[in-house]
């Protein structure tokens, strides 16, 4: 929901950025730079210093509880006099929170699979990667349609006031990060505790 929620933010011309697709492009393009020099480096340095398990709990503090900082580029873009661009501490500002939380996914993911087939004995792991796979299919796919109907319901100014709603909006895709920084926590300590 957080990929299809972001640009959806940037196009919305109230409680939004107000950007072009090519504005949109420009963010994303320097998000991914920051992006492809980051992961491996992050991946291998947290396995190697903290084990798996803790790598988890940190790469999901990173992953979606930083999007609650997007609606702070509406201020920082405040004085942008331009139409439909961004102040450059605006961009900078948001390919850095755009980075950092996909590089936290992209740890937490990878952590997520060493972790699950760590749990299971060799003959049960096809069947657990295939049962993950399906649900991580059937949430991606809801993901789109939750993102547009939060979308227009908080931004669309009919219930609350947009920038009100975009704060709204990214307080609950947060909250389903916090949700999984508390899952891995309380529910996979137990799997930590092993590794130790």
């Known amino acids: 929901m957080k990929h299809e929620a972001f640009p959806l933010f940037c196009i919305a011309k109230k409680g939004g950025l107000n950007l072009t697709e090519t504005g949109i492009g420009k963010i994303l393009s320097g998000a991914g730079a920051i992006f492809i020099i980051g992961q ?3 991946f291998t340095l947290l396995v190697s210093r903290f084990g798996i398990y803790k790598t988890l709990l940190i790469s999901s503090i990173f992953a979606t ?3 609650i900082f997007m ?3 509406l201020y920082l873009n405040r004085l942008q006099t331009e139409t439909n661009s961004l102040s450059w501490l605006a961009y900078i500002f948001l390919i850095s929170i755009y980075a950092c939380k996909n590089i936290g996914i992209n740890v ?9 087939n760590r749990t299971v004995s060799a003959d049960q792991r096809a069947s657990m990667n295939g049962i993950s796979m399906l649900g991580g299919s059937i949430v991606k796919a809801l993901g789109p349609a939750c993102a547009g109907f939060l979308i227009s319901f908080l931004l669309g100014g009919n219930t609350v006031a947009p920038v009100a709603g975009s704060i709204i909006l990214y307080g609950i895709i947060s909250c389903i990060g916090i949700f999984c920084i508390f899952f891995t926590s309380l529910v996979l300590h137990k799997h930590h505790e092993v590794e130790e």
């Open 40 to 42: 491996y480096f992050s």
């Open 65 to 67: 509880p930083v999007t």
């Open 71 to 73: 609606p702070f580029s």
């Open 108 to 116: 937490l993911v990878s952590s997520i699979t060493i972790a699950t």
